[in-house]
C-alpha cells in the first residue's frame, strides 16, 4: 500500500514538504492536505496591500495545482485533534484522516493587545489574507491609520500604508521602536527618520482602550493623550497555533518540539515552520523562528525524511531584513547576545549603522541600516548574513572589522565564505528542473 502523508497547515512550511515529498519519494504517495485557509504567501500580503501585485498573486498553490501534484485536499477544514498511536487526525467536521505520518505546518496567529475594544469594528490584525482584504478596504486616501507595536510586521506594511495616502501613527509600549529587531541606537536612527519622513512615532505609550468616536475610533493611553483616527492595525505579536494538539501526546514547549530531522516526540509526526521549535543555528539552542526563510527550510527537511532519506538540518539562522521609506534595516542571528565581544560605527548624518557581534572570531550577529539607494548598504546586508551564516573563522580579519565595521567587502572577499557558502544546500543537492519531478521547482 502507498504511504500515506498527511500535511496540516498549507502555508510556505506545508506547501513546501509537499513539493519535497514528490521530489524525494522513490514510489508515489498518497498526500492529504488540510489547511485552515488555501495555500498562500502570508509575506506577500504587504504587496496585496499597495496594490502592487494582484490577489491571484498571493496565491502558492490553486486547487487545481494541487491536483496536478496529486494531493487530495480538506481546504477550509481545521484539524481539531491528533492521534499519533492511532495514525488518525480528526477535523472540525469530525472526518477522521488516517495518516502514515503527519506534519503539523499550522503556523501562527496574531494576537491582540487585551484592552477593551480591541476586538471592536474598524480594529484589524495583519496577519491574514482576510485580515489584508479588511485593512485594504478600510483605507482610503488622507485616512489617519494608528498602528499598534512597533516590531518586524508592523514595519513590512508600514510603506504599503503610506502608499496609500494615509496618514500614519506608531504607537509603541516599549521605549523604543523595533525591541526585538535592533539595539537602541539603530532604533533611534529609525525613528528619526520615520518621523522626517511624517510618520508620527510614540514609544512608552501603553494603549488602555479603544473607543468608538462618531465613526472613527478613539485610542486612550494609561498616561493620556487619546489619539483619533479610521482604522486601528494592531500588530502585536504572535502566538503558535497548538492548542488542538491538546491530548496527543506530542511534546509541545513555546514550539512542537523536533530533532534535527524535524521529528516530533511522536516517532510518525513531524513540525516545520512558525509553529516549531527547532535548532538555533547560531546558539545551538531550541528555539521559534517565526520567519519565511525557516518554514521553508525546515518544510524541505520535514518532507525530504517523510519521503524516505536522512536529512539533518543544522539549525535556522534568525534574519529581519525590512525597508522603510528608503532605508534598509537588518539584523541577523545573536544581534543581542550581552556575552558577545561587540564593535560598532554610526554615521549618523546618512543616516547609516553596523553593529558586529563576535564569539571568538566568528561573527555570531549583525545589525546594519543605511538608505537603500546607497550601494554600501545593500551588498553588506548581503555579505553580513553570509559572514554569520557561515559561522567562518575571521583571523586578523576580526581586528580589522573591529576598526572599520563599515568595511565589511574586504573581510568577506578574503575569508573566503562564498566558496564555503555557494555548494551549501538544505537537501545535499541543487534544487530540480521543472520536468525532473512532478513538481516545478
Ligand atoms: C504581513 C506579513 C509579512 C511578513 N513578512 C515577512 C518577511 O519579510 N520575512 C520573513 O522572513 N517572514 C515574514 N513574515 C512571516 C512569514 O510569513 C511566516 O513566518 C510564514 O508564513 C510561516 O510559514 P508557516 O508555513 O509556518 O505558517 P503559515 O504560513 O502561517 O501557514 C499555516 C497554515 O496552517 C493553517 N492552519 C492553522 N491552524 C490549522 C489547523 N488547526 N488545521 C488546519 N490548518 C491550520 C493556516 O490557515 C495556514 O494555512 C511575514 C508575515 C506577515 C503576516
Not at 495545482?65 to 477550509?76: M, N
Request: proline share 5%; charged share 20%.
Amino acid at each position: 500500500m502507498a504511504t500515506r502523508h498527511l500535511i496540516i497547515g498549507g502555508g510556505t512550511a506545508g506547501i513546501n514538504a509537499i513539493r519535497t515529498i514528490r521530489e524525494e519519494e522513490r514510489e508515489h504517495s498518497e498526500i492529504t492536505l488540510v489547511s485552515a485557509e488555501p495555500p498562500y504567501s502570508r509575506m506577500v500580503l504587504p504587496y496585496y496591500l499597495d496594490r502592487s501585485i494582484a490577489e491571484s498573486h498571493v496565491f502558492t498553490a490553486t486547487a487545481r495545482v494541487l491536483a496536478g501534484w496529486g494531493v487530495k485536499t480538506h481546504l477550509g477544514r481545521r484539524a481539531a485533534a491528533l492521534d499519533p498511536k492511532a495514525g488518525t487526525c480528526t477535523l472540525d467536521d469530525g472526518t477522521a484522516v488516517p495518516y502514515d505520518d503527519c506534519l503539523i505546518a499550522t503556523g501562527s496567529s496574531p494576537v491582540r493587545a487585551p484592552v477593551p475594544g480591541a476586538d471592536g469594528p474598524r480594529v484589524h490584525s495583519f496577519w491574514t489574507l482576510d485580515e489584508a482584504r479588511g485593512v485594504l478596504a478600510g483605507i482610503a486616501r488622507g485616512s489617519h491609520v494608528v498602528m499598534v507595536g512597533a516590531g518586524f510586521i508592523a514595519f513590512t506594511i508600514l510603506n504599503s500604508i503610506l502608499s496609500l495616502g494615509a496618514r500614519l501613527t506608531i504607537v509603541e509600549m516599549e521605549p523604543r521602536i523595533l525591541p526585538r529587531m535592533i539595539d537602541g541606537t539603530g532604533a533611534g536612527l529609525v525613528e528619526a527618520w520615520l518621523e522626517t519622513h511624517g510618520v508620527a512615532i510614540r514609544t512608552g505609550a501603553r494603549l488602555a482602550r479603544i473607543e468608538d468616536a462618531k465613526g472613527r475610533k478613539r485610542l486612550r493611553f494609561a498616561a493620556g493623550g487619546d489619539l483619533t483616527c479610521d482604522l486601528v492595525i494592531m500588530a502585536t505579536g504572535i502566538k503558535t497555533n497548538l492548542d488542538w494538539l491538546k491530548g496527543s501526546g506530542v511534546s509541545v514547549n513555546r514550539g512542537v518540539v523536533v530533532d534535527d530531522r524535524l521529528r516530533s516526540s511522536a516517532d510518525n509526526v513531524y513540525a516545520a515552520g512558525d509553529v516549531a521549535e527547532g535548532r538555533d543555528l547560531i546558539s545551538g539552542e531550541p528555539a521559534v523562528h517565526a520567519i519565511e526563510p525557516t518554514a521553508q527550510e525546515h518544510g524541505r527537511i520535514a518532507g525530504a525524511n517523510m519521503a524516505g532519506r536522512d536529512v539533518r538540518y543544522r539549525g535556522s539562522l534568525i534574519i529581519n531584513i525590512v525597508e522603510v521609506c528608503h532605508l534598509d534595516v537588518a539584523s541577523f542571528g545573536a544581534w543581542d547576545d550581552p556575552k558577545a565581544e561587540a564593535a560598532s560605527g554610526v554615521r549618523a548624518d546618512r543616516p547609516a549603522y553596523r553593529k558586529l557581534l563576535w564569539r571568538g572570531d566568528r561573527l555570531t550577529g549583525a545589525i546594519i541600516l543605511g538608505p537603500s539607494g546607497d550601494i554600501w548598504t545593500t551588498n553588506d546586508v548581503g555579505m553580513l548574513k553570509g559572514l554569520v551564516q557561515s559561522g567562518a573563522p575571521l583571523g586578523a580579519w576580526k581586528a580589522h572589522l573591529k576598526k572599520n565595521p563599515f568595511d565589511v567587502k574586504l573581510a568577506f572577499i578574503a575569508s573566503g565564505i562564498t566558496k564555503a557558502l555557494l555548494p551549501e544546500t538544505i537537501l545535499g543537492r541543487p534544487a530540480k528542473a521543472p520536468g525532473d519531478t512532478p513538481v516545478a521547482v
